[in-house]
């Protein structure tokens, strides 16, 4: 990352910190360095937003890899509360080495993926270039004008706000981890006695779903719950993109990272890999993830739990915001919590397999007496843990219980299990929140 900022600096890197004052009204400028450009206009206070983005191809599905990419451009707009996209472009490279079969097989789907994704988004491409080159690639540009309140600039946190993280990370082992098991090579020979076939198979899945799912929602509820800001997580990594993110801040703040969501087993396989992907370092490159949220402490709790009503997926507190000098880090030794696609199609926390479970009707009277239960679980390691390890295990706990008494008139609790030391709750999803698992569908019906 420092090397790709040093090389954009004579283009100005630091223009993000300017103000223009047109059509009577101070404008914010943000430019190179974070996701998009947000140029203001002359005409009624009015911004242009834009930004691009283009990739080869990392999974084997050329029409699931064309709705990753549109999903990882328009993820740019949406990280500044842009949910609106007016138009896109595509850019497309077609590799000189595909035979004329492979051609007229792989790019029509990549094109079909991209077009899918773009009207999921509501909007449509209207043009682009296509050359002929030697890599594959795909990509585009997204572009839309808003008002002020349209967009939220990422300058605005505060110390005690919450970081929130909407997806979970280690899609680039997951990739990696499939690609040597097709090979079967040294590598692959290194992972299977910590991983099995199909595990890795569920991964590489869930994987490609999360990276093609977009960031829209999330995106919606910034403005809802007061964001402060935010970046989505890509190619420098969960670490990378908090050390960026925290360095725009008007504040003096530090972004400490706790939690880890990582899709289930990749965690393993990056130990077993030493430091190959830097996974547990953050700096494992993603591809289209998730966004990373500065929320009001008081806010995280709403959030978390309207993005699990809205589209069933789980969001994740993964850290705090102290005051600082504008950096970003990760704890010695930050929790892992394991993730991975549910039946119902859902993106949720694993609880241990082994643990036992009871399932308790959804009765507001019957969930009641369980939440002094939760609250006072006992945790051997808490006492051991660093103060700040501390504090933001405070703040889980605190957003589980709010979490509870928002959702208990409609879901079904489970019993408290423990996960990596911590004290969770594992909430039934509402059959209804099949938005995801639609997805699932189409890809499937796509391809019979």
């Known amino acids: 990352m420092d090397v790709l900022v040093k090389l954009l600096h004579e283009l100005g890197s630091n223009q993000y910190h300017d103000e223009q004052y047109i059509g009577g009204m101070i404008m914010p400028r943000l430019g190179i360095g974070l996701d998009c450009c947000v140029i203001p206009l002359r005409f009624g206070g009015l911004s242009l937003l834009q930004t691009t983005d283009f990739f080869y191809p990392l999974i084997d599905d050329p029409y699931m890899m064309g709705k990753i990419a549109c999903a990882n451009v328009l993820s740019d707009l949406y990280a500044v509360g842009v949910t609106e996209c007016d138009n ?4 497309l490279g077609v590799s000189s080495k595909f035979t004329e079969k492979e051609r007229d097989t792989v790019i029509p789907l990549m094109i079909h993926g991209f077009k899918d994704s773009a009207e999921e988004a509501g909007t449509s491409i209207t043009g682009g270039q296509t050359v002929l080159n030697p890599w594959c690639l795909i990509g585009g540009v997204a572009t839309t004008v808003c008002q002020q309140n349209e967009f939220i600039m990422p300058d605005n946190a505060v110390p005690g706000d919450v970081l929130v993280l909407t997806k979970p990370l280690g899609t ?14 040294d590598k692959w020979n290194r992972i299977k006695l910590i991983v099995s076939e199909d595990e890795v198979e569920k991964a590489y899945h869930d994987a ?13 509820l910034m403005h809802t719950f007061n964001s402060h800001g935010a970046t989505d997580v890509t190619g420098f990594g969960i670490l990378g993109h908090a050390a960026n993110l925290a360095k725009q801040q008007r504040n003096e703040v530090n972004f400490v990272i706790h939690n880890l969501p990582c899709i289930a087993k990749m965690s393993a396989i990056a130990k077993a890999c030493g430091n190959m992907f ?12 998730g966004l990373l949220i500065c929320l009001p402490r008081e806010q995280a709790a709403k959030y978390c739990a309207e993005i699990k009503k809205v589209e069933g997926n789980q969001a994740w507190i993964i850290g705090i915001v102290e005051a600082g000098s504008r950096t970003a880090r990760i704890i010695d030794k930050p929790r892992v919590i394991e993730v991975q696609t549910l039946e119902d199609g859902t993106v949720q926390s694993v609880p241990p397999t082994t643990t036992p479970r009871r399932t308790i009707k959804p009765n507001v009277e019957q969930q009641k007496p369980m939440l002094p239960e939760i609250q006072n679980q006992p945790n051997n390691n808490l006492q051991q843990q660093h103060p700040q390890t501390q504090q933001v295990t405070n703040i889980i706990h605190s957003v589980q219980q709010q979490q ?14 423990t996960m990596h030391d911590q004290v969770q709750q594992v909430i039934v999803q509402d059959p209804q929140q099949y938005q995801h698992h639609q997805q699932m569908q189409q890809f499937q019906n796509h391809h019979q």
Request: charged content about 10%.
């Open 208 to 220: 490609m779903f999360n990276m093609a799912r977009l960031n829209r929602t999330a995106s919606q």
């Open 88 to 91: 896109m472009l595509m850019l």
């Open 404 to 417: 509870v008494m928002q959702q208990a008139p409609s879901v079904a609790l489970l019993t408290p299990v």
């Open 172 to 185: 680039q082992v997951a990739c990696n981890a499939h690609q040597w098991l097709e090979q079967r090579n």
């Open 278 to 289: 830097g996974l547990l370092q953050g700096t494992s490159a993603e591809t289209s993830g």
